[in-house]
């Protein structure tokens, strides 16, 4: 069966760094993108950032750019999410999704384009 499984989260002080991963299998990695969201308490799912497989490109939101790095490693069927001067409003469950579509269609943020989910990891960022 089709599985990620989300590892690397913490409590880390403000300013801290985590690095997150996703691992992949039960499908072929190299033809999906593999893209990061979180959720916060009592707030919707907010997509993070993607990494598209077929042609190594990357997205990522206004809100961790130049702070978050994602990245593929297609020997280990994982992706990486590097979390550098992590704020309090990065907190919250963080999950990898597996989407077929994206490659073919183009980046989408909604979970209608996702095949398969992790079930999260938990990142705290203290003040």
Not at 28 to 57: H, L, M
């Amino acid at each position: 069966e089709a599985q990620l499984v989300e590892s690397g989260g913490d409590l880390v002080q403000a300013g801290g760094s985590l690095r997150l991963s996703c691992a992949a299998s039960g499908f072929t990695f190299d033809d999906y993108a593999i893209c990061w969201f979180r959720q916060a308490p009592g707030k919707e799912r907010e997509g993070v950032s993607c990494f598209t497989n077929t042609d190594n490109s990357t997205n990522y939101a206004d809100s961790v750019k130049g702070r978050f790095t994602i990245s593929s490693d297609n020997a280990k069927n994982t992706v990486y999410l590097q979390m550098n001067t992590l704020k309090p409003e990065d907190s919250g469950v963080y999950y990898c999704a597996a989407s077929f579509s994206i490659p073919i269609w183009g980046m989408s943020w909604s979970v209608y384009d996702y095949d398969y989910w992790g079930q999260g990891t938990q990142v705290t960022v203290s003040s």
